[in-house]
């Protein structure tokens, strides 16, 4: 079976979900893409991602960074590697791994409330713990969500959040991986959500994309 086959059959499981290049299917949901990812690991088996790409950005190689990227897991929480001569019989125990893993984000509404208790799951799997390459983005996604809803209790929720994690991060190491300061880091992500008519502008902007018209929408909610 090849990888068009494949995705196909993804999509008819997950129609909220339209190609939108040869290995991924997405869908847009008010700031972000979402969807899922089929990415080769040798000749003939694949494997499946989670992930969502940002829109409320105006440098294309930035918006490619993905805010979160979740690996699909078999039952045993082991890696799960699908052989494509196989896919027809394991494609049934995929799509419910799919459902249990990422279910809350392919559905019309999803609740930000949702998202935010999934991220924190994902976040306390990484290794090394409080791992700052990875935790930059979702906290820059949380308080766009926040911005977005226009929700003050929400912004600084993510903010005490945020103030609460960066006291474990090594500045030293953090200078060396990001070339500013934690509290630079921290004062230049909070300029950029504070305009929030540009922010909604960019992320229209973005949405304006040929690509990205085509593709199904659906919604956060509070």
């Not at 040798?42 to 991602?49: A, T, W």
């Amino acid at each position: 079976m090849e990888k068009r086959d494949v995705l196909r059959d993804w999509q008819e499981r997950f129609p909220a979900l339209s190609p939108y290049t040869s290995s991924t299917l997405y869908m847009k949901a008010d700031i972000v893409l979402m969807g899922l990812r089929c990415e080769n690991v040798m000749s003939g088996v694949y494997r499946i991602f989670f992930e969502c790409l940002p829109l409320w950005g105006n440098e294309k190689k930035k918006m490619m960074i993905p805010v979160f990227c979740s690996e699909l897991l078999d039952g045993k929480g082991l890696q799960f590697f699908i052989d494509y001569r196989l896919h027809d019989r394991l494609f049934p125990m995929a799509v419910a791994c799919v459902e249990k893993q990422f279910g809350i984000f392919l559905n019309e509404n999803i609740s930000v409330d949702d998202v935010c208790s999934w991220l924190k799951k994902l976040s306390s799997s990484f290794v090394p713990e409080h791992n700052p390459i990875k935790l930059y983005r979702i906290f820059e996604f949380k308080l766009a969500l926040a911005l977005f809803f226009d929700d003050n209790n929400l912004f600084e929720k993510i903010e005490k959040e945020i103030d609460a994690e960066i006291r474990y991060w090594d500045s030293r190491l953090f200078e060396r991986l990001f070339h500013q300061t934690v509290q630079t880091w921290k004062a230049a992500l909070f300029l950029k959500m504070e305009d929030r008519e540009a922010f909604v502008r960019q992320v229209h902007l973005n949405m304006d994309n040929k690509k990205i018209m085509r593709l199904k929408e659906i919604h956060f909610r509070l």
